[in-house]
């Protein structure tokens, strides 16, 4: 099959005629015009009634081809299917809800070998920049409008080596980290979530803190509540995200008596913690709170646990491939 892609932005176009934001006012008239597709120069979407030899999936969403090839679209309106032949393009808007992409993958729907291009682009993204940083990390693409793309059958992909195995964010209370987190591990198909903190009972405020939490992740992901991070790390068959280093360890001080006694099964734990993070058989994402830029703490505790993230930071970027800070919700690559 051949796909022609008239338009690659939503229904207003990038930018949207008339609108003043800083996405809009930063591209041309016309950038990107609104999405439309046609398959083999005769068939729109979406798929109604194909010639012969062509057959209509997932309710009109998704095509084959004469040869074996299928097409899936899925514009921001459409329902992910759940259950299907595997695709070998797909077509997708990713900015509300890149999970959507671990929707498909993790029901067999797409794989590493699937084409994955992102449509329905408008100022929901900063930039193209921010568009093509995003979509490097969801393993998608964008392409400009009336691209031509062929569809060939392929067999099932095996996954692609990951260039980032350890990514260390660090921020500020509110900086944004932890979205930017989720961001980056949003289109995997199993995620495990290491919450370290407590759950909130007793306590309203922090208990709605954990709420916008859990409602922001993507409902098909795991979630493990632990400290035993080192265990965690050696044992997991999955993409971690852990939330957060300054949490843990201060559970950690808890668990050991440490802020005011002997704070030497700290330190071991950490060393225990960076040994894992070192050898980590899974990509794991972790957030973690700088510390170095506000007030020296006033109690000789306090200074002790601001100086142990710090190393702990630290030692854990200096094992990393990736690490940034987070301010104001914009990434500084360190």
Same mark, same amino acid.
């Given at each position: 099959?051949?796909?022609?892609? =008239?338009?690659?932005?939503?229904?207003?176009?990038?930018?949207?005629?008339?609108?003043?934001?800083?996405?809009?006012?930063?591209l041309?008239? /016309?950038?990107?015009?609104?999405f439309?597709?046609?398959?083999?120069? #005769?068939?729109?979407f &979406?798929?109604?009634?194909?010639p012969?030899?062509?057959?209509?999936?997932?309710?009109?969403? *998704?095509l084959?081809?004469?040869?074996?090839?299928?097409?899936?679209?899925?514009?921001?309106?459409?329902?992910?299917?759940?259950?299907?032949?595997?695709?070998d393009?797909?077509?997708?808007?990713?900015?509300d809800?890149?999970? $959507?992409?671990?929707?498909?993958?993790?029901?067999?729907? @797409?794989?590493? #070998?699937t084409?994955?291009?992102? +449509?329905?682009?408008?100022? $929901?993204?900063?930039?193209?920049?921010?568009?093509?940083r995003?979509?490097?990390?969801?393993g998608?693409? @964008?392409?400009p409008d009336?691209? %031509?793309?062929?569809?060939?059958?392929?067999e099932?992909?095996? &996954?692609?080596?990951?260039?980032?195995r350890? @990514?260390?964010l660090?921020g500020g209370?509110?900086?944004g980290?932890?979205?930017?987190?989720?961001?980056?591990l949003?289109?995997?198909?199993y995620?495990?979530?290491?919450?370290?903190?407590?759950?909130?009972?007793?306590? /309203?405020?922090?208990?709605a803190?954990v $709420?916008?939490?859990r409602?922001?992740?993507?409902?098909? !992901?795991? =979630?493990?509540?632990?400290?035993?991070?080192? *265990?965690? +790390?050696?044992?997991a068959?999955?993409?971690?995200?852990?939330?957060g280093?300054?949490? !843990?360890?201060?559970?950690?001080?808890d668990?050991? %008596?440490a802020?005011? *006694?002997?704070?030497? &099964?700290?330190?071991?734990?950490?060393?225990?913690?960076?040994?894992?993070?070192r050898?980590?058989?899974?990509?794991?994402v972790?957030?973690s709170?700088?510390?170095?830029?506000?007030?020296? &703490?006033?109690t000789a505790?306090?200074?002790?646990?601001?100086d142990?993230?710090?190393?702990?930071n630290?030692?854990?970027?200096?094992?990393?491939?990736?690490? #940034?800070?987070?301010?104001?919700?914009?990434?500084?690559?360190l």
């Amino acid at each position: 099959m051949k796909v022609l892609l =008239t338009g690659t932005a939503g229904g207003a176009g990038w930018p949207a005629p008339g609108c003043r934001c800083a996405s809009c006012s930063a591209l041309p008239p /016309g950038h990107r015009r609104p999405f439309g597709l046609v398959v083999d120069g #005769a068939i729109p979407f &979406p798929f109604a009634d194909p010639p012969a030899g062509y057959q209509v999936r997932a309710g009109g969403l *998704g095509l084959a081809g004469p040869d074996g090839s299928r097409l899936l679209c899925l514009p921001r309106d459409r329902p992910v299917p759940s259950s299907g032949d595997r695709y070998d393009l797909v077509l997708i808007d990713l900015l509300d809800r890149p999970q $959507r992409l671990g929707e498909l993958r993790r029901a067999g729907l @797409a794989d590493r #070998a699937t084409t994955v291009v992102a +449509i329905g682009l408008d100022h $929901r993204v900063r930039s193209e920049e921010e568009l093509s940083r995003r979509l490097r990390l969801w393993g998608a693409i @964008a392409v400009p409008d009336g691209a %031509g793309l062929e569809v060939v059958p392929e067999e099932t992909g095996e &996954p692609a080596p990951r260039a980032v195995r350890r @990514a260390l964010l660090l921020g500020g209370s509110r900086s944004g980290k932890s979205a930017e987190a989720e961001l980056r591990l949003a289109a995997e198909p199993y995620v495990t979530y290491v919450a370290t903190g407590p759950d909130g009972a007793g306590d /309203g405020e922090w208990a709605a803190r954990v $709420r916008a939490h859990r409602e922001r992740r993507p409902a098909h !992901w795991d =979630t493990a509540e632990t400290t035993d991070l080192a *265990g965690t +790390i050696r044992a997991a068959t999955m993409p971690l995200l852990v939330d957060g280093l300054g949490t !843990w360890l201060a559970a950690v001080f808890d668990e050991h %008596g440490a802020w005011e *006694g002997d704070r030497a &099964p700290v330190a071991a734990r950490c060393d225990d913690l960076v040994a894992a993070w070192r050898q980590a058989p899974e990509p794991v994402v972790a957030v973690s709170d700088e510390v170095g830029m506000g007030v020296v &703490p006033a109690t000789a505790s306090g200074r002790a646990f601001r100086d142990a993230l710090g190393r702990l930071n630290e030692r854990l970027a200096a094992e990393s491939e990736y690490v #940034a800070l987070v301010v104001a919700g914009r990434l500084i690559e360190l």
